[in-house]
């Protein structure tokens, strides 16, 4: 674990500058050519096996052979969002923006790469690394990154995916490993409320939709804000 530690610490430099490269040069879900062609390049140069174009936009690169097939993931688009920060690595992608962490998600699983490509002593078995395009939406045919990816064939073989986010309500350093879920995610559901016309001086021999679609969005709401 020291050792393991201090690789890590060794490759910090080189990796928050991968990290402030791609943050400065974000792109949006499905469109992260240059991304991938950065990590594609990283990866061979690492002398690992690269198979870009997965899912569209992604990128899957294996080390080692047979089982247990251990997967890690990564996801590498931006979010439309125009960057307020100076820094000196601020987007300059106009309304295109890192803002959920992706950048450092990718990062990190470069250097988780290039850690266990070194390492002497590594398990047996493969390890994949994906590098999963469009995380945050979904394409005209409403899949995600995730979905197209696997479509391609990704997680053939796999017995267990191991990922990563980053948590700004941590400090740094720490790690958090909860049981069951954690983080937010979003769906998407289609409900029609239909209602029932009224002649203006008689309402109450109707059914008024507006009004009660105020009261589903208030329910709604109260859901989250009310679990109990």
Same mark, same amino acid.
């Given at each position: ?46 002398? #690992? +096996?690269?198979?870009?174009? @997965?899912?569209?936009?992604? %990128?899957?690169?294996? =080390?080692?052979? *047979? /089982? ?86 990704? #997680? +053939?073989?796999?017995?267990? @995916?191991?990922?990563?986010? %980053?948590?700004?309500? =941590?400090?740094? *350093? /720490? ?54």
């Amino acid at each position: 674990m020291t050792t393991m530690l201090e690789s890590a610490r060794a490759l910090a430099p080189e990796m928050t500058a991968v990290r402030r490269d791609i943050h400065q040069h974000p792109e949006l879900g499905f469109q992260e050519f240059r991304t991938a062609g950065l990590v594609a390049d990283k990866l061979r140069a690492m002398g #690992l +096996e690269v198979s870009t174009g @997965v899912g569209k936009t992604g %990128v899957v690169a294996h =080390l080692g052979e *047979g /089982k247990p097939v251990v997967a890690i993931r990564a996801d590498m688009d931006a979010l439309p969002i125009l960057e307020a920060n100076e820094v000196s690595y601020t987007s300059v992608n106009p309304g295109v923006m890192h803002a959920c962490g992706h950048d450092s998600h990718t990062a990190i699983l470069l250097a988780v790469a290039k850690m266990l490509t070194e390492m002497p002593d590594r398990p047996a078995g493969e390890l994949r690394f994906l590098f999963q395009p469009c995380e945050e939406t979904n394409d005209a045919e409403g899949k995600s990154g995730a979905q197209r990816m696997i479509d391609d064939g990704a #997680l +053939e073989g796999v017995d267990r @995916v191991i990922a990563l986010h %980053v948590d700004s309500d =941590l400090p740094a *350093g /720490k790690l958090f490993t909860p049981s069951g879920y954690m983080t937010a995610n979003v769906d998407n559901f289609f409900a029609t409320i239909i209602g029932q016309g009224a002649h203006g001086a008689h309402p109450d021999q109707g059914v008024d939709p507006i009004y009660l679609l105020g009261q589903v969005i208030n329910a709604l709401q109260g859901i989250r804000a009310r679990p109990d």
